[in-house]
């Protein structure tokens, strides 16, 4: 697991992906000391009122696009918002394709919340026999 504090888009000044896996049983989960890392990290580093609402978006993989589409529709009907669903570049010619579900929902979070909510996603993705609950990013609620 890494954390990139390079930006995503410009909205979005902190990310937080686990490494993906082959199948989600092999998905190591993230730990809390890295959470309350990018909570200390959004702290010191931005102006965003912590304790109010920000923009999370969750982000999944599987083999293949219809799984994906499949896992969103599920996840639109627990209130989060499609963003999209896209191939992951390829390493090398020889790697399996491996596509990307990206949601994102307004809420408020501490820590512990988020641990719940990851390990709600890991068991989601689990459920839905995706490759991996893949991690999340953060960003100002507009």
């Known amino acids: ?9 410009p909205a979005l000044a902190v990310v937080l992906l686990s490494t993906p896996a082959k199948t989600q049983t092999a998905t190591a989960h993230i730990p809390r000391a ?35 589409e499949e896992a969103s529709k599920a996840l639109v009907a627990r209130g989060y918002r499609l963003v999209e669903v896209r191939p992951l570049e390829k390493a090398s010619a020889g790697v399996p394709d491996l596509w990307q579900l990206h949601v994102e929902r307004v809420e408020h979070h501490t820590p512990e919340s988020l641990l719940a909510r990851n390990e ?23």
Do not use: C
């Open 120 to 142: 709600e996603l890991y068991a989601l993705a689990a459920k839905l026999r995706l490759n991996s609950y893949d991690g999340m990013d953060v960003g100002p609620a507009k």
């Open 34 to 68: 890295q959470i309350e890392a990018m909570f200390a990290n959004m702290k010191a580093h931005t102006a965003w009122d912590l304790n109010g609402d920000l923009l999370w978006g969750y982000y999944f993989t599987a083999a293949s696009k219809p799984e994906l």
């Open 1 to 9: 697991m890494t954390i990139n504090r390079a930006l995503a888009s």
